[in-house]
């Protein structure tokens, strides 16, 4: 079992950042992490980084988010640049380790605002 803590969400001016910090309780070394976001309708995809470090990004945030990780920290952050009211939603992080036999797990969310 993996408890994922984010935290760093607020309410943001447009063309403002924010950093997402994701604390697991244990470590992610085995796991793929991932940010997600979700506004009234369906969660997608913001920007996952494998256990090896690749990284992919939603079309809709590339070259504005930027995804890493720390697995001394067993921590995963999101650096948001140039924020849009659009990227207004609850972000929640998700180590997905079905790859290597483990669970797939998710954080409890964090709002984020992007407003004037």
């Known amino acids: 079992q993996v408890q994922l803590v984010e935290s760093g969400g607020g309410l943001v001016q447009p063309g403002g950042s924010l950093r997402l910090s994701c604390a697991a309780s244990?470590?992610?070394?085995?796991?793929?992490m991932g940010w997600y976001r979700q506004a009234p309708g369906q969660r997608e995809l913001v920007a996952a980084v494998a256990d090896g470090g690749s990284t992919n990004y939603a079309r809709s945030v590339a070259g504005r988010f930027t995804i890493s990780r720390d697995n001394a920290k067993n921590t995963v952050y999101l650096q948001m640049n140039s924020l849009k009211p659009e990227d207004t939603a609850v972000y929640y992080c998700?180590?997905?380790?079905?790859?290597?036999?483990?669970?797939?797990?998710w954080g409890q969310g964090t709002q984020v605002t992007v407003s004037s």
């Open positions: 998700n180590a997905d380790g079905r790859h290597s036999g483990k669970g797939d797990y």
């Open positions: 244990r470590s992610i070394v085995a796991y793929a």
